[in-house]
């Protein structure tokens, strides 16, 4: 139904009730002006009077969809309404000096005027009363159960028909069913009276309007009740002459009020002790359901210890609060490892507090070695002290007194151990009953949740920049290797390197020393990640400076080691090979610091090009030097030569084997005709084959040469980066 | 789960630890946690056994470099005896055998010890 059409109903109903009530008050002049009762007309007033109601109900229905209204509120709007109805009508009942005459069991108006009057009465009493039964009828069926809604249709219909039955008889005639059906009204109102469950639900605020409220409203009705019954009441009178079922009508309908309101009074009335308690038990329960949505919502640690300082103060009316922590436990293994100091040395820290100062806090729990913490931490339980003073575990606290008097300390226990200590403290003693530690607890178990939450976030968030951190240093790393190859006419060169974690400790490089010398290193830093990966990035520095300075690999990597020796701890090596390759003459001299030997391929075959010498930083300088030595190899057309580092031959599957140097020659043996990149490509090709689907644990690099020279002068030209 | 496993035993008054497994990164703290308690103790002569080392990786070797020096300036040595040809190919490659004496089997290293105490070959 659109809005605009709706309205128009509303109008229309509305109309026709107003026309209804206006023809029942003709019908009432006429019958008034007629010696003798027509039967037609007497049904007409009854058809218009319930016509009129009907009408007007469907009206009231139709406005007042206010179904969601708080109940003190509709009692206020009732008792507005009856006051204003009740003034209204002692203002009618004092100007009206004229009544009705009972006579034969009918009212017969003693002048217009009594008719005016009783139309008015009628037309008022009937539409307040209509209104009660509707707020009752919402009252009730606020928090209603299975069985209201039955109940309050018992009642209607009993009230109907007590209605309905009285159609037969005279205004004031007596008849036992008539009064029986009343009866039966009276229990079933008594029935639906005892629907007040919503009480319990107020606040004590709104518990104590609607005690005032309802015994207002219950002192008005009684006397409203009683003027509507009975042949004395000029009300009553007015009523019945009106229509004997609107009077039954308005009769039960105040009878229903005057008891629903004072059922409602007195239970107001026991309820009120208990009011606090149930106040109370509303906040913590709202206040925990609010730290339960705060888990999802608060992930900054020092804004979530806060807020669980502030909420303790609340949830249990607390004077001061705080929180302690202890502090992460890798912190002190990290340090624990460094120091090589005992266990456990976890330290407490205090991380939000309310209403007290750092002082207070340390001469509470920093005295006596923690005693407090020590109770909690055992028991894991909540620990209310009820006498701060006489305790013996905080006998101490006296420094702080007249401001303590009772306290409780509330473990957060996760995953069965102590993670922090929740604090709250009272002025008086005795402040903290069982419920309230009962309370703390569930409380303590939604904070433990959201501090694990935060702190689970801000590792996460912390991993996160480590990662584009480790990336970062990844790309730079990624350029401390050569950009581009050398393109010198008589070399092929080329290369691969693929470190097994973000950065790694595989370098390899080659530089023109001078027109005539090119250089060719390869070598891996012991262990991996990090640590690895600086001293690559030194091993670069000492490469750059020191390579063009000789032009013997064994004197460089002498060199090299002096260089390294002072920077590097003892269980740290870098094992070299070095290669420098005389273009012009294809002389070849190899040095190797403990590096893996380099494959020779040439038209004897493969062999092995393994000088003697001890990894880059081990020994004393002299006795480095002198195990280092060198080979001489002549280049031919064709000849080949393999550096790489041991993440080729050590490549190995899940309980698989190594992939090792037999296999290594002998792709070198095969590929060897082709160029230097498709050697490259079928070593990394087998290494991959032989390692499946899993990824390498070790750094790999492989460098491959390929000697291109025929009896010709050399031209050289290399591409700087 | 654990891949890696020392014994320690005497051997005509020298120690003799026995590897089995796999020595890398992860493992190599327990190797160093042995010999620095060898070293507390004031056990300098130290035969390490590698009958069953199934793999050694650099920062296995490492470990050997950490504590050689302390151990020979304190008149011990550490001798390494029963590698499988791979295990020593690696520490053959690193040049260990220039540092250190590494015997086909552990009786041998037993009777270097014997003749003398000093450290046969000067490392620093």
Redesign the interface.
Known sequence: MTPRKSGLKKLLLLSLSAVLFLAKFVVDVIVSKLDIEVGFLSILQVLLVAGAFITLYLYIERVWRAGDQNVVKKMGFALILTLVVGVAGLILYTISTTGFEIKNEAALPEGFESIVFANLYAVVFGTTALFVLLTIRDIIMSKRRKETKRNFRIFLVVFLASIAVTLPYRPFESNIIVTLAFTLVIFAILLNSFRLSWIVYLTKREKLIAMTFSFILFGMYVPIYVASVGETSLIAQSLTYYSRQLETFIAGTTLFAATYFGMTFVSTLFHLPTAEAFDRKNIEVLSLHNLGKLITRVFDFHELTDLVTRMTLEVCEAASAWLEVREGEEATSIARARTGGNAGAATVRTVALQNINIQDIEAITGHDGGAIRRVVRESRKAVVIDQVAADDRTKHVKTVAGKINSMAIVPLVSHDEVIGILYATKTMEFGFDGEDADVLSAFADQVTIALENSRLIEKSLERERLMREMLLAQEMQRKLLPQELPSIEEVQIEALSTPAFEVGGDYYDFTMLDDEHLGVIVGDVSGKGVSAALFMAEMKGIFLSLSRLHRSPSEFLAEAHSALLGTMDRRTFISLIYAIVNVRTGVMKVARAGHCPMIFLSGNGTRFVKPTGLGVGMGSREFFSRTITEDEISLSYGDVAVFYTDGVTEARPENGEEFGYAKLEGIVAESGSGSALDIRDQIVLAVDTHMGHKAPDDDLTIVVLKWLKRQSHPSVNLHHH | MSTFKIEHRENNAINVLDLKGYLD?HTAPELEKTFQSLIDTNRFRIIVNCRDLTYI???G???F??YI?DVRRNQGDIKLSNMSP?VFNVFD???FP??YEITPDEADAVKKFQETGKPPK???
């Open positions: 990164a990786s650099s920062a070797l490492g470990v470099m950490a020096e791979k490659l690193l040049g220039l540092l000067a490392g620093k």
